[in-house]
Each structure stands twice: as C-alpha cells, then as structure tokens.
C-alpha cells in the first residue's frame, strides 16, 4: 500500500511523468530542470513499488526520470532509474516490451559508464543511495541506512573523494538514532577525525570528534591485551592535533625594497 491516499492510484506519478513530458527540459542544468527531478523522484518515493495499480504510472515515472538525468548529465542515477523502471515494467502484464526497450537503454547508459572510473564510482554509489531511499520509507531501518552511509563514505575516502567522504556524519547520525550501540558511532567520529587531521585540514573539527570518539570508547570499546586500542590511539592523535596549535610560527622577514 502506498505512504500517501492519493498514490493508490498512482495519479500522483503519472501526473508528474505527463509533466515533465509535455514541458521537456527547459535549459540542461537549469533550476527548474532540477526540480522535476525532485519533484518526480519524491513521487516516486512516496509509492511503493509492488503496488499494482501504481506500478505502470511508477514504471513511466521511472523511465521519465532517467531521461531527465541524462540530459542533465547524471548517468549513474539514470542508471538507477532506468534498472527501476525495467523492474517495474517487467511486473507487468502488458509491460514486457518496455522492460525491454528499459533494459537496452541501460546497458548503454552502463556501457558508456564502465569506460570512466569516476563514472563506475558513482554508479556504485547511486547504486547504494537507490537502496537508501528505498529503506527510507520503511520504519526502523536506521541502522541498516546508517551501514550503507558507512560504506558510501569508506569508498568515497579510499577513492580520494575526502570531502564527500564526510558521509560518515550521516551515517554517525543514523547509528545515534537507532538501537545500535555506542560503539558503532564512535568509529565514525574516529573516521571523521581522521579526514579532518589528514585529509581537509581543519584540526578544530578533528578534535573535536576525537573527543567524541575517545568518550564513547572508553564506555563501549572492549578490552583488547589490557587496554582499548582504539580509544588509546584517539587519544594520542588527539594529543598530535593540540600540539599542531602550539606550534610557534615562522617569523615572516620582509623582503628590503629595490
């Protein structure tokens, strides 16, 4: 059954594919072509998937939304879309034929992907936030979100895409909200102090998640050979982040004037 009445029927959803259909794109990039973005995918968030009345209107609105996200350069989550709207389609009755055209035009889309490594990254990533949202709609799925934020922003970090990878608060703050324990979000401030120390250059914000993971640590860390490790080795970067603000400055010496 979908989240909101009016979905039962899927008017919602195809209202928003005739929309966006009947207007096309007015400017790639432009304010308002984002919107439709939004405004479709909210939609089609709203719904759910199996339902059968609302499966041809979501299908179309799926396939509208890749086309929307092609023009506007953003073909990992037209893939997405275009996987979802295949899905749909092929559930069904009369729906195999655009399955089909669906499918053929995501394997192009993959295709012209899989030649980028920046493009195959954020196809895995599109591909986790399509999982996102779909987990977003049911309740009590906090930490199984907060696991996949987790992983998004592991695999930001180790491609080098540190300011992206700052993810890991919003995985911090799914674990905070859930029944996981303590120890699962004091290893993601450990992470985010370690982007902030290493990578972004902010020592005041890696200190301050280094206390916050020292803290929960200390209360959630088990006992490892005598001692918690990780709350020890917070601890002493910790210690290397305070010293980074008492170092003295270079005295800067004036060049003389010709």
């Not at 695999?155 to 909200?177: H, M, N, P, S, V």
């Not at 601890?235 to 400055?249: D, H, I, M, N």
Request: glycine letters at 8%; one cysteine or more.
């Amino acid at each position: 059954m979908c989240a909101r009445p009016y979905c039962a029927e899927g008017a919602a959803v195809e209202d928003g594919a005739r929309d966006t259909q009947s207007r096309g794109l007015p400017g790639l990039g432009s304010a308002s072509a984002e919107a439709e973005v939004a405004a479709l995918r909210g939609r089609l968030d709203s719904c759910d998937p199996h339902a059968g009345p609302a499966s041809r209107p979501r299908a179309e609105g799926c396939r509208r939304l890749a086309e929307l996200l092609l023009a506007l350069g953003r073909g990992p989550e037209a893939a997405q879309a275009l996987q979802e709207a295949t899905d749909t389609f092929s559930r069904i009755v009369d729906g195999e034929e655009d399955a089909r055209e669906c499918a053929r035009r995501l394997l192009d889309v993959v295709r012209g992907l899989w030649g980028h490594p920046e493009s195959r990254l954020y196809l895995l990533v599109a591909q986790h936030d399509r999982e996102l949202r779909r987990l977003a709609a049911a309740p009590g799925t906090e930490t199984e979100r907060a696991r996949i934020e987790f992983r998004i922003a592991t695999i930001l970090q180790r491609r080098d895409r540190f300011a992206e990878a700052a993810r890991y608060e919003k995985a911090r703050g799914l674990f905070a909200a859930s029944a996981a324990t303590g120890l699962d979000t004091a290893v993601c401030h450990q992470r985010l102090a370690g982007l902030y120390h290493h990578e972004l250059g902010d020592p005041a914000m890696a200190a301050t998640h280094y206390k916050a993971a020292i803290a929960l640590f200390r209360r959630h860390e088990p006992v490892s050979e005598g001692t918690q490790m990780n709350r020890v080795l917070c601890e002493q970067l910790l210690a290397a982040v305070r010293s980074l603000g008492r170092r003295p400055k270079r005295p800067q010496y004036q060049r003389n004037a010709p």
